[in-house]
């Protein structure tokens, strides 16, 4: 089984809202991903966690707060967002060591800020 | 210069023709490279891996990497109207980098 699960597949938040989005993978992978997608855009990486601790923040703006409760769940706290930050979110996953590199992704969050 | 050039199209081709998308790149340590297919308003799937140079087929899709001319390619056999979605190459230079670097995407529409 190749999936990653995300919840909820849509959401629209006003601009004070406090809202979450839901990642989960059981494929025994250690390293977890958030990417942000814009229309027509490559995915671009904003988090990565590897062994439940946050090896990467790509300079991501204080409002998105990640948090990895566990070795198959993965969040994305959000608060205070921007209207630009509407986009696809996405969650992927991989191994970490023994030389594999497949990524394998979610079908992601719409987000919307109003 | 981009890391990773890929032509954005849009790639119009009849059902049943054989299609071809490419990738150069010009990061010689890339050693891991993935192709996805992502339709639209949906998360990329994981078409083809392959680690460094060689060939690797899967029903109808070939992946071929040149590493020597810093080329990948992939090929779609009789290709469908289900085919038409976005097509993104994706690379990465080591175990436990965490970093893949992502084509802009050749979005492709199969014409039946």
């Known amino acids: 089984d190749t999936e990653v699960t995300q919840t909820p597949k849509h959401l629209v938040m006003g601009m004070t809202n406090k809202k979450s989005l839901k990642c989960e993978q059981h494929m025994g992978h250690r390293a977890m991903y958030w990417y942000k997608q814009k229309a027509k855009k490559p995915p671009e990486l904003m988090f990565v966690?590897?062994?439940?601790?946050?090896?990467i923040n790509e300079s991501v703006p204080s409002r998105f707060s990640p948090e990895c409760p566990n070795s198959s769940l993965l969040n994305l706290h959000l608060h205070a967002l921007q209207p630009e930050d509407s986009a696809l979110y996405l969650c992927?996953?991989?191994?970490?060591?023994?030389?594999?590199?497949?990524?394998?992704f979610g079908p992601g969050t719409r987000l919307t800020v109003t | 210069q981009k890391e990773v050039e890929q032509d954005p199209g849009p790639l119009s081709v009849p059902e049943g023709a054989i299609v071809s998308l490419n990738c150069t790149y010009s990061?010689?340590?890339?050693?891991?490279f993935m192709w996805y297919r992502q339709y639209s308003r949906k998360g990329p799937e994981l078409l083809m891996y392959?680690?460094?140079?060689g060939n690797k087929e899967d029903g109808r899709f070939t992946a071929q990497v040149d590493k020597s001319s810093k080329y990948i390619s992939l090929f779609i056999r009789d290709s469908q109207p289900s085919d038409s979605a976005t097509y993104l190459c994706?690379?990465?230079?080591?175990?436990?980098?965490?970093?893949?670097?992502f084509g802009t995407g050749t979005r492709l529409k199969v014409l039946a």
């Open positions: 994706a690379m990465s230079a080591a175990s436990g980098t965490y970093k893949y670097i």
């Open positions: 392959t680690y460094s140079s």
């Open positions: 990061n010689s340590a890339f050693q891991y």
């Open positions: 966690y590897s062994y439940e601790k946050l090896s």
């Open positions: 992927a996953s991989s191994q970490v060591a023994g030389g594999v590199m497949e990524q394998y």
